[in-house]
């Protein structure tokens, strides 16, 4: 609407390959205001945009879009694009069918297990982040799915819908790379691991949560779920700083990211406070984090 509706006088008369050569300025433009101002302060006022997505993430889908604005000179009436504007369109055409086919490809192919191979160095560290993030995650959706059924506030509630969502889908995500990398079955974490693995609860914290009154829970999860959740983030730098294959870096970004924007938004987190917490969560090495636990009575009512 913005650029071929409001500018449309000046980029109606632009060649296609000059459309394409905007797409990645603009995409970086139109990413930065929506992921900074739009969503998470005015008009929509929804940090959990910011605090959950890494700017990264909403750039690639802006510029995906942007990479089709060339196509506009062949949807316009008039002017009729020139012979060297359609053969531009026709090479850009074939390029673009070219990349959804081999997207549509690694897609099919990821479905059946069978991801492009493993592109690390050090086989044993990717491999013990793939191991203890999904014995992390295992926790994780227990933890959250009991808080969607018993937390009192209504906000917590759905926060804790959308952690289990989220950690379901990583967790499988992290199962089909072990399967397709490295063929065996994955190992169970040892008792070992699980009691030096950082912030992992233990048998008592969790029968303890599971026994504490409805009046109590909220307060006690979020205390639970920010110990948890720091030690996912103090894992996840360690594979950024350690780590190999660039999607298990890509991916350890992105948890990182969305753990510390879970527990901003337990602290009710809005604004320009959410706003400057998202960018410092996405640039920073966060293993020192400060404590964020709730105080003894939790509620994010506005």
């Known amino acids: 609407m913005l650029f071929f509706g409001v500018l449309g006088r000046w980029t109606a008369r632009l060649h296609p390959l000059s459309l394409a050569l905007i797409a990645l300025p603009w995409a970086i433009f139109t990413s930065a205001v929506e992921w900074l101002v739009l969503v998470p302060m005015f008009p929509f006022w929804q940090p959990i945009f910011t605090l959950q997505q890494p700017y990264w993430i909403g750039f690639l889908v802006h510029f995906t879009s942007a990479s089709m604005y060339p196509f ?13 504007a359609s053969r531009t369109l026709q090479v850009w055409t074939l390029g673009t069918a070219l990349g959804l086919a081999c997207l549509g ?21 990717d491999q013990t982040f793939i191991r203890h993030m999904s014995t992390r995650h295992a926790q994780g959706i227990q933890l959250a799915s009991m808080a969607a059924e018993r ?10 819908k959308l952690v289990a969502a989220s950690q379901r889908g990583e967790k499988r995500l992290l199962d089909r790379y072990w399967l397709s990398w490295f063929g065996s079955p994955m190992q169970n974490c040892s008792p070992r691991e699980r009691a030096t693995m950082p912030g992992l609860l233990d048998d008592e914290q969790i029968s303890l949560i599971q026994e504490i009154s409805s009046a109590e829970f909220d307060s006690l999860f ?3 779920m920010t110990i948890h959740h720091a030690g996912a983030v103090e894992m996840a730098d360690d594979q950024l700083r350690n780590g190999s294959d660039p999607r298990l870096r890509a991916m350890a970004h992105a948890i990182r990211h969305a753990q510390q924007g879970e527990i901003a938004l337990m602290n009710c987190a809005n604004g320009l406070t959410a706003v400057m917490l998202g960018i410092q969560n996405m640039l920073g090495d ?12 939790f509620s994010c009512r506005r």
């Open 72 to 84: 506009y000179a062949w949807l316009r009436r008039s002017p009729r694009p020139t012979l060297n």
């Open 105 to 125: 490809a690694l897609a099919l192919f990821a479905i059946y297990d069978r991801e492009i191979p493993w592109l690390g160095r050090e086989a044993e560290v």
């Open 151 to 160: 937390a009192t506030d209504p906000h917590l509630r759905a926060l804790a």
């Open 222 to 224: 979020v205390q639970l």
């Open 286 to 297: 966060n293993t020192n984090m400060p404590d964020r636990s709730m105080p003894a009575s």
